[in-house]
Each structure stands twice: as C-alpha cells, then as structure tokens.
C-alpha cells in the first residue's frame, strides 16, 4: 500500500493512528486505524497498515454530518 496521509491522536495510554493509502494494486483508497506506542512514528505507521482494522469511507462520512453544525436559518 502507498501512503498517503497519517493522522494521530495521542492519549493517556498511547496512539491512535488512522493510516490512509493507495492499494497499489487495485488503485482503491483504503483507510486503517489502530492503537501504537507513539514511541517511533515510521514503525507506528507500518504496524497501524499491516495489523490497524479497516475504516469505512461511509462510516467516516457519517461521523462528519454528525459534527458538522446546521446551516444558520435552517431549523435543526
């Protein structure tokens, strides 16, 4: 898989990194996230791809329109 992007979100107990790449392939965008120690980016990265569980472009868009406020006059 071809990377792309990597976003991190630190907590108390680690990382959570959500990984997203190119299947190289199928050409197909794929997305994983999974915890890490946070103590080496690069192996973080690799162990989020190889091992993280699959993220769903229709669950990520759902999250959005969940945050995502009303538009200003429109009843909500």
């Known amino acids: ?3 792309i ?3 991190w979100f630190t907590c108390m107990s680690g990382c959570i990194g959500v990984v997203v790449g190119e299947d190289e392939i199928t050409k197909a965008k794929k997305a994983y996230i999974g915890v890490v120690s946070g103590s080496d980016e690069d192996a973080d990265t690799k ?3 190889e091992l993280g569980s699959p993220v769903s472009l229709r669950w990520l868009v759902e999250m959005v329109n969940h945050m995502t406020p009303p538009a200003k006059g429109v009843p909500g």
């Open 5 to 7: 992007q990597v976003y």
């Open 47 to 49: 162990t989020v791809m």
């Open 1 to 3: 898989m071809r990377l």
